[in-house]
Structure formats: structure tokens, C-alpha cells
């Protein structure tokens, strides 16, 4: 029997059909069906400048727009020639770091969601809001900060916001460890996530899985590790775990707030003085750069002529993720409640995925009769 | 008697359905932010449930791509009556930063469906959208049911 689940559903926040393929409760191939939220960006883009093209590219994912515009501007200062001023690039791990933050927990909540744990859910949630007023505090904005541009940051921060930031963290701590605890030794909990949705480490090399996705499957892989600021200044060593089930996936993602958490607090303590901007004359050129968001690696490969965006093409993580899900995790998966679980542990974020439409109108036209039937 | 008892529960209780039709999802993060206990959509009585079928609220984000073109329509047949369409964040008004040549959208969202209220911002603020859900459901939704229950009368 097929079975389809979504567009709309309770557990998804982002349209996409997931077509399950089941021998009575037991899920034997999955299929996904992508392409409701193609937009078009990357040919917006092209023959405009960089002021109109970073506001697009923060608004190609909601939840990890930071990492985007970040990696936007350090591609065109790569092309360019110049390098953005040492406050401002701690500047930037700051914010990186909170925004990884906020995006983990909201990832893992939807996990909880997902697998009715509504006081880890609300929890998490709760946790997450310190990390959405600190980066309100720091760059005026909660979803898209609109914070960096190509030579630096939009503007500087003083000695309160750094103690403020670093008291929203004192509490985020507080709590944090407490809800780990509830997830990491409850046994019911253990149950509907350990040894489920398993991708092996070969699985998860062939099907290109990165961020901690990968690295819950022993892919010992972060893009901070050979990110200047991060290689030269900071403490930093990538986290990783062996199991590569919905377990090691969730414990890798909420071990991985701590780590910001002590990024953020190195950068606080040695961040040093200066400008935070400086003008940059855009070269012509091509130039690509990766840069680790919360979901994984984020490539940028543009070629500008001028101040002019000739081409430009981005891979973000989640369309590996999403297709090593479908590929490797999905198949074999018990139940159908846990075909959801595991989906959803694997962090799914559509909007970056389709700026390229993969889409097979035709049969998305087909199946369409049964679209909600299972909502 | 009937109806008024119904006006007074209506207000209390009222669900709602999120359809992302192509946005940035900022906005929809920011609808699930207000699920928070700092914001606690439910202590208000609303209840975020996603079938359109027991829907009262449609929240709408997104600048209607391709894709959804017909399925946005579908969704609101589907939904009962009385209901109500709210729209989130610039996206489904004009298109916001999609909305400019080469772009694959087809905002805006009223072209599809009527839409009772609107909230801009890229995205809005959680608590401009309770606000906002606040403000124009309860009365919107006891008006049109009473419209309703006439026509049929
Ligand atoms: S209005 Fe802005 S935040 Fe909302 S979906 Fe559109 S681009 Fe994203």
C-alpha cells in the first residue's frame, strides 16, 4: 500500500510529500516528493548587486538564514580581495553560534513533537525563546537579522549586550541540562528512538549526508573546523557519535548547543576592538565558499562581474539530508509512527532545499485525489 | 438562543491550519514559536491543530508558487464553513522579495482566495500575529456564522 503524508501536516512545518511505500505497518521504501516551495532565487539574483542579492539570500531558509547571508558576503570578500575586520568577524561567530542555537533546539523540538514528548517539546521551545532575545538584542531581529553585509556587520555591539547575551546563556544552560537528562535516560523514551531509523557510516558517506546527520553516523566532518576564525582563534572540535539512529542524532544536535554555548562565551571574552566594517570595492571574479550552518555544509559559488551578480549557485545541506533520509533511514523502519519520527530527526528544512525544482509535476498531478486523506 | 451560544463558543475556540504555500518559513517558525510556553497560543483558545478540515482559521504564508496554485484553492474548499483567511509576513501580499522579475511566484494570495485579514512584516512579530488572530477572528467568524445560519434558515 502507498501511503501519503502531507503537504500539510501536523508534524510538518514545510510542505513536502513523503510517499511511504508499506507492507502492513512496516514501511518498505520511501519516496519524496519535492518542489512546493521553488521560488526561484538563484535567477532573481543573477544581474543584481549584492545589497539586493543578500536580502534574498537570508530569505532562502528562515530557520538558518544567518549562516546564508554570512557565507553570501564572505564568498564576494573572497572575490574581492579583502578580508572583513577581526571585531566583526567575532562578531559574526557570536550570532552564527546563537543562531545554531535557536535552530537546534527548534529541530530537536520538533523531534519531541513528533514523538508526543510534549513536556520536552514545550521545554525546548521554552529554552529556545533566550536564544531568540538574545539575537534580538544583538542585531534587532529575530528570524532574519539582516546583520551581515560584504566588508563586516551592520553595526557594533557594546559591553551591556555582551552581558545580557551572556546572561540569556547562563539561563539557556540552566535549564538545558535538566531536559537532556529527561531525554537521554528516560527508558520509554529510549524505546521509541533508539535503534530506529539507522544509517550506517558507509550509508551516510555514500548518500552525501552532512552536518550532524552525518556526524551522528561517525562522519568526523564540521566546516568550522577550516573556517579562518573559527581555526585560528577559537577552542573548537567537531562532536560526533557512532550510532546514526534517531537517538545519536538528537543527543548530537543537543550536544552541540553546549559547544556554542562555550564559542560564544570565548568570543565575549577576547573579542578585541576596531571597526566592524570596512568599504569594499567588488572585484570581478569566482569564488566558493562553504560554511557549516546548522544543517550542514553550505556551499556559495558565485562569479561576479563588477558589482554585478552574473551567476551565482548554492547547495545547502538539507537536500542531502532529506535524500539520505529517503534512501537509507526510512527503509526498514517499523511502524509508521516511527517513519515520522525518524523524518523528522533528520531535521528536514525545505525551503533551502527547492530553489531547485527536482519536481515531477506529473505524478504530483496524479496522486493528487489522496492528498489529505491522511492528515 | 442557539446562535448567540454559539457566537460565545466560537470565540473561545478556535482552530486553526497553517498552509506554507513557498515562504522563507520564517513566518511559520514564528507560529511556532508562539506554541511557546512564552507566548502559549492555547491559553488564548486557539488551537493549533493543521487539518483543514476542522479548520476555522486558515493562516496563510508564503508567496503561492507554482505548486500551489490549485492546491491553496483545494485546501479551502475543504475547509468548513464559517472560516476565515488570515495571511502572514509580506510574502502573500505582494510577493515580498520574491515577488520581482524571474521569480516563480503568484502573489497575491487574494487572487486565489478571499482573504479577511492581513499581517505584514518579513516575517511579523509572534505577538503581532496573536494580536492580530486576536483581534479579527472571534468577531469575523460569529459574523459570518450568523450570515450563514440565515441563508440556510
Ligand atoms: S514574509 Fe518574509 S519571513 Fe515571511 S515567508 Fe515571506 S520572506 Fe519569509
Known amino acids: ?375 | 438562543m442557539f446562535n448567540s451560544l454559539k457566537d460565545i463558543v466560537r470565540k473561545s475556540s478556535i482552530h486553526v491550519c497553517l498552509v506554507n504555500c513557498g515562504g522563507c518559513n520564517g513566518c511559520d517558525i514564528e507560529v511556532v514559536a508562539l506554541l511557546s510556553p512564552k507566548y502559549d497560543l492555547e491559553q488564548y483558545g486557539i488551537y493549533f491543530h493543521n487539518n483543514p478540515r476542522e479548520a476555522d482559521v486558515i493562516l496563510v504564508t508564503g508567496p503561492v508558487t507554482d505548486q500551489w496554485v490549485d492546491n491553496l484553492r483545494r485546501i479551502y474548499a475543504k475547509a468548513p464553513e464559517p472560516k476565515i483567511v488570515v495571511t502572514l509576513g509580506a510574502c502573500p501580499q505582494t510577493g515580498g522579495v520574491f515577488g520581482q522579475e524571474g521569480g516563480r511566484v503568484n502573489a497575491p494570495v487574494s487572487d486565489f482566495i478571499p482573504v479577511d485579514a492581513a499581517v505584514p512584516g518579513c516575517p511579523p512579530r509572534p505577538d503581532e500575529i496573536l494580536a492580530a488572530v486576536l483581534a479579527v477572528v472571534p468577531g469575523a467568524i460569529a459574523a459570518k456564522g450568523r450570515a450563514q445560519d440565515k441563508g440556510e434558515d
Open chain 1, 1 to 375: 500500500m502507498i501511503l501519503p503524508i502531507g503537504p500539510i501536516h501536523p508534524y510538518l512545518k514545510e510542505p513536502l510529500r513523503l510517499k511511504l511505500q508499506t507492507e502492513g505497518e512496516k514501511v518498505v521504501k520511501a519516496e519524496i516528493d519535492y518542489g512546493y516551495v521553488h521560488r526561484g532565487i538563484e535567477k532573481i539574483m543573477e544581474g543584481k548587486n549584492w545589497q539586493k542579492g543578500i536580502y534574498l539570500s537570508e530569505r532562502i531558509c528562515g530557520i538558518c538564514s544567518y549562516e546564508h547571508t554570512q557565507t553570501f558576503a564572505e564568498v564576494i570578500e573572497l572575490i574581492s580581495g579583502v578580508t572583513a575586520p577581526m571585531r566583526a568577524q567575532y562578531l559574526r561567530v557570536i550570532t552564527n553560534e546563537l543562531d545554531r542555537i535557536q535552530s537546534h533546539l527548534l529541530a530537536n523540538s520538533t523531534f519531541f513533537k513528533s514523538m508526543d514528548h510534549e513536556t520536552l517539546f514545550m521545554n525546548t521551545l521554552a529554552l529556545r525563546e533566550y536564544a531568540m532575545e538574545a539575537l534580538e538584542l544583538l542585531t534587532g531581529n529575530r528570524v532574519n537579522l539582516g546583520w551581515n553585509v560584504v566588508g563586516g556587520v551592520r553595526m557594533d555591539a557594546e559591553k551591556k549586550h555582551f552581558d545580557a547575551i551572556l546572561r540569556k546563556l547562563d539561563k539557556i544552560e540552566e535549564g538545558f541540562y535538566r531536559h537532556k537528562a529527561l531525554f537521554e535516560e528516560a527508558p520509554v523514551v529510549g524505546l521509541r528512538c533508539k535503534g530506529v531509523g539507522i544509517m550506517t557510516h558507509e550509508e551516510a558517506v555514500k548518500g552525501h549526508a552532512v552536518g550532524p546527520i552525518g556526524r551522528a553516523s561517525g562522519i568526523k566532518h564540521d566546516c568550522r573546523q577550516d573556517h579562518p576564525t573559527y581555526r585560528d582563534e577559537f577552542e573548537f572540535k567537531p562532536i560526533w557519535r557512532k550510532e546514526g539512529d534517531n537517538y545519536a542524532r538528537t543527543m548530537n544536535r543537543l550536544n552541540e548547543v553546549p559547544q556554542s554555548i562555550y564559542l560564544i562565551r570565548q568570543a565575549i571574552a577576547n573579542i578585541p576592538d576596531g571597526p566592524v566594517r570596512v568599504p569594499v570595492e567588488v572585484g570581478s571574479g569566482f569564488g566558493e565558499w562553504r560554511n557549516e550552518a546548522p544543517r550542514g555544509e553550505v556551499t556559495y559559488m558565485m562569479e561576479t562581474n563588477g558589482n554585478l551578480i552574473k551567476h551565482i549557485s548554492i547547495r545547502t545541506p538539507s537536500i542531502m539530508n532529506i535524500d539520505t533520509c529517503a534512501r537509507y533511514m526510512l527503509n526498514g523502519v517499523a511502524t509508521v509512527s516511527d517513519a515520522l519520527t525518524t523524518y523528522a530527526s533528520c531535521d528536514p528544512c525545505i525551503a533551502c532545499t527547492e530553489r531547485v525544482s527536482i519536481t515531477d509535476a506529473a505524478t504530483g498531478r496524479r496522486e493528487i485525489k489522496d492528498f489529505y486523506e491522511v492528515i
